[in-house]
């Protein structure tokens, strides 16, 4: 069974950018989280997706937004990007609905700001 | 607010030595604990996980008990093996909404 993929695995972007970010998750899955990683602040949770609608969310600004299409893949946009957006951002999948599920990570996307 | 803080690492140790790694936290309401491990080129996994106060989560030989009047969740093994080499992340969810920790990493050497 395969895993959850996230792409790309790496991005450069300059700030004021916006960029889109992808994750497929596990076949059957239809949840989907995602999470900023950073070694500064560590892992923290940006938003859920179930069945196509946001469910659970963060403690990020509006320029981090996602959705989630009809096959469960999921996308994250963030838009005027800074300095500080640098990071690792992983994405998990479950097989339903709430964090409490046991989560599934990929591999990261690792977006570097210039 | 809510929060999980968890010791400083790099973490080394000898091939079947004890470990210990601390994990506290601060929480409103009945949070859950999580442990979560990376290894090496791998992504994230849940490693064990504990949904109320006096619960012992237990996976691999790890183990942690949610102890609600200290507020902590230390990840125990006995006995470490080089395999165990990864990096060890405490995580709590309540109110829908995950903590990590910084994470710690362990190397064990031979």
């Known amino acids: ?114 | 607010g809510n929060s999980v803080t968890q010791m400083e690492g790099p973490v080394t140790l000898s091939e079947e030595a004890f470990l210990t790694i601390n994990c506290t936290y601060t929480a409103t309401g009945y949070p859950s604990l999580f442990w979560y491990v990376q290894y090496p080129g791998e992504g994230l996994q849940l490693l064990l996980k504990a949904t109320k106060a006096d619960d012992k989560g237990s996976n691999k030989g790890f183990e942690a008990t949610y102890r609600k009047e200290t507020t902590s969740f230390h990840l125990e093994k006995g006995s470490v093996q080089v395999s165990d080499s990864a990096v060890y992340f405490c995580a709590l969810i309540t109110g829908n909404q995950f903590y990590f920790g910084t994470g710690t990493s362990l190397t064990v050497i031979p």
């Open chain 1, 1 to 114: 069974k395969a895993g959850v993929t996230q792409t790309p695995r790496y991005l450069i972007k300059t700030r004021g950018q916006q960029v889109t970010l992808s994750c497929s998750p596990i076949s059957g899955h239809r949840s989907v989280s995602w999470y900023q990683q950073t070694p500064g602040q560590g892992l923290q949770f940006l938003f859920e997706y179930f069945s196509e609608t946001q469910r659970n969310k963060g403690n990020f600004p509006g320029r981090f937004s996602g959705r989630q299409f009809s096959n469960s893949r999921s996308e994250m946009n963030v838009s005027t990007l800074e300095l500080g957006d640098s990071a690792l951002y992983l994405c998990a999948s479950s097989p339903g609905t709430g964090i409490y599920q046991p989560q599934h990570f990929g591999d990261g996307t690792r977006l570097s700001i210039l």
